[in-house]
């Protein structure tokens, strides 16, 4: 079991920062990705930004050169820092520990998990981007 625990979500003008935070109870394998995913009223829950074991990352299109993520192994504590916020940003942000073979690659290049009992998710924390 792995347990996630996001904070930093809040409310900002556009072109804001923020920075979110995911403790993470334990270290996760190699068949892992660690990431962060969001969730707007009425849509689906969509990958945003991931990295696995190596430090490899990859960005949705959406947030590329805006946001960045990245991970503390000393601090088991996992990040995504939010630069040029704008409006559509505004969702709920998830942490999240998915096996990486249930990614999948939806419509418009966005990514969906399928669920999977050994997916781990936190509690979620909201973004809110006014104009």
């Known amino acids: 079991q792995v347990q996630l625990v996001e904070s930093g979500g809040g409310s900002v003008q556009s072109g804001g920062s923020l920075r979110l935070s995911c403790a993470i109870s334990?270290?996760?394998?190699?068949?892992?990705?660690m990431g962060w995913f969001r969730q707007a009223p009425g849509k689906e829950r969509e990958g945003v930004a991931l990295?696995?074991?190596?430090?490899?990352?990859k960005s949705t299109d959406s947030v590329k050169g805006r946001f960045t993520i990245s991970q503390d192994n000393a601090k088991n504590t996992l990040y995504l820092q939010m630069n040029s916020l704008k409006p559509e940003d505004t969702a709920m942000y998830y942490c999240?520990?998915?096996?990486?073979?249930?990614?999948?690659?939806?419509?418009?290049?966005?990514?969906?998990?399928?669920?999977?009992?050994?997916?781990?998710w936190g509690q979620g924390t909201q973004v809110t981007v006014s104009s």
């Open positions: 990295t696995d074991n190596l430090g490899n990352t």
């Open positions: 999240a520990a998915v096996l990486q073979g249930t990614l999948r690659l939806g419509v418009g290049g966005r990514w969906y998990v399928a669920p999977n009992v050994n997916n781990y």
């Open positions: 334990r270290y996760t394998t190699s068949d892992y990705f």
